[in-house]
């Protein structure tokens, strides 16, 4: 991915929650978002105490080719959950990931985002919980 510094303002499709950008990384890409190279969000962090909230919003109609879950530092607390949904729809489920565990965690939904439809974050730190982070990669089509 290039550096915020290299991205320039036609490299920018859609912009999401947060003020997160979502660009191309070469090739064509069409104002739907489709065709061409897949589109990036930067990565989203998250930490053990954060609430359950939306990570993005799509802005532009697009397909959730790729989802991503780095594991940073390992959630202490016992029975840590990470969960990510699209309205009802659940892309990540908790046992698809551990987060007591440094790693990565991939899912290849390949689900259509309407306008204004949100990638949601919910996290359970677990009993006694003091620490655990984390970030999302996102990759749209």
Known sequence: MPLVSQVTRRDIVARGTNDRF????????????????????????????????????????????????????????????????VGATVIMPTNENDPAHAFEYQVAPALALNVGDQVTLTITPGAGATTGAGRIFIELQ
Do not use: E, M, W
């Open 22 to 85: 979502v660009y191309r990384q070469g090739g064509a890409t069409n104002a739907n978002g489709t065709g061409g190279s897949p589109l990036h969000v930067p990565p989203i962090s998250f930490a053990f105490g954060d609430a359950a909230a939306p990570v993005f919003t799509a802005t532009v109609g697009c397909v959730l080719t790729q989802l991503s879950i780095v594991i940073d530092t390992p959630f202490n607390g016992v029975g840590a959950q990470i969960q990510l949904s």
